[in-house]
């Protein structure tokens, strides 16, 4: 096998530990973007939206960019970030950082709006409740975006550990076999 090739394969322990984090962001993203919802059953914004509510979805929101950015700060500093698939994971983890990092202070619009008093004409209200719709939306949005790039770094992860398969390590039992040049010499 070509000693470069070993070098590039980042350890497969290490490869299904990260892969089963990056799975557990995922859902907690696709899960915090599905769940907090502004909109009431009838499909539209509540006279007296729930401030307290609205603001935790950011606090959340925060809560859960911080774990994605320490994740990729951790794997930015592993040896394994500078391998040919590290290199493509660790990008797919700052898109993360990024789109996660954009989701709070788009709840907390939202919530900072919710908090104004609602306005007497309806085409006031109508802007209001609009700009909650499409804040909170957005957020949702940065969320999933997140968990897609979790899924795209998990999904590379998954791909690497193909070359495990074509390039299994040898076993410590099994001797490496002899360079060529030795066993010409000894005849």
Same mark, same amino acid.
């Given at each position: 096998?070509?000693?470069d090739?070993?070098? $590039?394969?980042?350890?497969?322990g290490?490869? +299904? =530990?990260l892969? /089963?984090?990056?799975?557990?962001m !995922?859902? !907690? #993203? +696709?899960?915090?973007?599905? /769940?907090w $919802?502004?909109?009431?059953?009838?499909?539209?914004?509540p006279a007296?939206? *729930?401030y307290a509510?609205?603001?935790?979805h950011a606090?959340?929101?925060q @809560?859960?960019s911080?774990?994605v950015?320490? +994740?990729? &700060?951790?794997? *930015?500093r592993?040896?394994?970030?500078?391998t040919?698939?590290? =290199?493509?994971?660790l990008?797919? #983890?700052?898109?993360?950082?990024?789109? @996660?990092?954009n *989701?709070?202070?788009?709840?907390?619009?939202? &919530?900072?709006?919710?908090?104004?008093?609602?306005?007497?004409?309806?085409?006031?209200?109508?802007?209001r409740?609009?700009?909650m719709?499409?804040?909170?939306?957005?957020?949702r949005?940065?969320?999933r975006r &997140? @968990?897609?790039?979790l899924?795209?770094?998990a999904?590379?992860?998954?791909?690497?550990?193909?070359?495990?398969?074509?390039?299994p390590?040898?076993s =410590? $039992? $099994?001797?490496?076999?002899?360079?060529p /040049?030795?066993? &010409?010499?000894?005849r």
């Amino acid at each position: 096998m070509n000693p470069d090739v070993r070098r $590039q394969l980042i350890p497969r322990g290490d490869v +299904l =530990r990260l892969v /089963g984090v990056l799975d557990g962001m !995922k859902a !907690k #993203l +696709l899960d915090a973007a599905h /769940g907090w $919802q502004l909109l009431d059953d009838t499909g539209h914004v509540p006279a007296a939206p *729930a401030y307290a509510d609205l603001l935790q979805h950011a606090a959340d929101a925060q @809560s859960l960019s911080a774990d994605v950015v320490r +994740l990729t &700060a951790d794997f *930015a500093r592993s040896p394994h970030s500078t391998t040919r698939a590290g =290199r493509s994971v660790l990008a797919h #983890l700052a898109r993360a950082a990024t789109m @996660s990092s954009n *989701a709070a202070p788009h709840f907390a619009e939202t &919530a900072e709006t919710a908090l104004s008093p609602r306005p007497a004409e309806a085409t006031d209200r109508h802007y209001r409740d609009n700009r909650m719709v499409i804040d909170h939306a957005t957020a949702r949005a940065y969320l999933r975006r &997140a @968990s897609e790039s979790l899924r795209d770094a998990a999904t590379e992860l998954n791909n690497h550990l193909e070359l495990h398969r074509l390039f299994p390590a040898p076993s =410590r $039992q $099994q001797s490496p076999a002899p360079p060529p /040049g030795r066993s &010409a010499r000894r005849r």
